[in-house]
């Protein structure tokens, strides 16, 4: 929670630049990441840098406090007690099915989450006359009622399958960082320049892993509603990405690059740094 309050509206402008060029938002000028940024400010308010904060930072809760805790007991599964030493594989394979249930299980937050933050450009637009939700619960309620159960995991598969990259570049890639500088640096586990580098490492390989993910996941989820029997506009993740690429280029699935490294890599260094701290004061010792 600290780390996503912290980083929240540099998520919120990776999502609008992900979304420049879809129908319905518009064809005008293209920004970058700070000319987002700022337009976002002027024309919604710097409140509006915190659109869909809430479910964004309930869907934590479920999510995160799944994979970290269940990242260490799968990971025991594969390579029982020597975790220190644990092989690329096991901690690869605990990482990406941490990342995939404990996604599944926060997906409806996720949702929210994005559509609320692209509300508030539409709004802007006149594409709106108001947000769809007021908050968090009205629009769990909203889509529950309007769309069902099912209306949930609109975008789950790519979603799930982000979760397991991001994963699997994050925690593999910190638990791998970690050990290689308490070995060859000679960093205590409790260092926290040790936590510091191994964070670096580990939010830049989980933007490069989960960029054209994260841009799939935003289309799929906030595409419009077709008529019943239609199409819709995209049928997956694969078939958004061929017309994505087809539409607007290849470098189009790295849109937001920039911002999501931006976001991941100071979010991974307060996240794990806290994560760390708080393991320590409590007693349960450094992540290893």
Not at 152 to 170: D, H, K, M, T
Not at 206 to 217: G, I
Request: net charge positive; proline share 5%; with cysteine.
């Amino acid at each position: 929670m600290v780390a996503e309050g912290s980083m929240y509206p540099v998520e919120l402008t990776k999502t609008r630049l992900q979304l420049q060029g879809e129908p319905g938002f518009g064809a005008g000028r293209k920004f970058g990441f700070f000319g987002m940024m700022r337009h976002i400010a002027r024309t919604e308010g710097v409140l509006g840098l915190y659109a869909g904060f809430s479910p964004g930072l309930a869907r934590h809760i479920p999510y995160t406090g799944f994979r970290m805790v269940g990242y260490e007991h799968i990971r025991h599964f594969f390579c029982g007690d020597d975790a220190e030493h644990a092989p690329f594989s096991a901690k690869a394979a605990a990482s990406i099915t941490a990342g995939g249930v404990g996604q599944a299980i926060a997906t409806p937050f996720d949702l929210v989450e994005v559509r609320m933050q692209g509300d508030g450009r539409l709004v802007a637009a006149k594409k709106l006359a108001r947000p769809r939700y007021s908050g968090l619960f009205d629009a769990l309620g909203t889509i529950a009622k309007r769309e069902g159960m099912l209306g949930f995991y609109a975008g789950s598969s790519p979603a799930i399958q982000r979760a397991c990259l991001v994963n699997f570049g994050e925690l593999t890639t910190y638990d791998s960082a970690k050990n290689a500088f308490v070995d060859s640096a000679g960093y205590s586990r409790d260092d926290i320049r040790c936590h510091l580098l191994a964070a670096t490492c580990a939010g830049f390989v989980a933007s490069v892993l989960s960029t054209p993910h994260d841009v799939a996941t935003a289309r799929i989820m906030t595409q419009k509603a077709r008529p019943h029997g239609a199409e819709p506009q995209f049928r997956g993740i694969l078939d958004c990405w061929s017309k994505t690429v087809k539409q607007e280029g290849f470098l189009a699935l790295y849109k937001g690059f920039f911002p999501a490294w931006l976001h991941l890599a100071p979010w991974q260094l307060i996240f794990w740094t806290t994560y760390e701290r708080l393991r320590i004061i409590t007693g349960v010792g450094s992540f290893k």
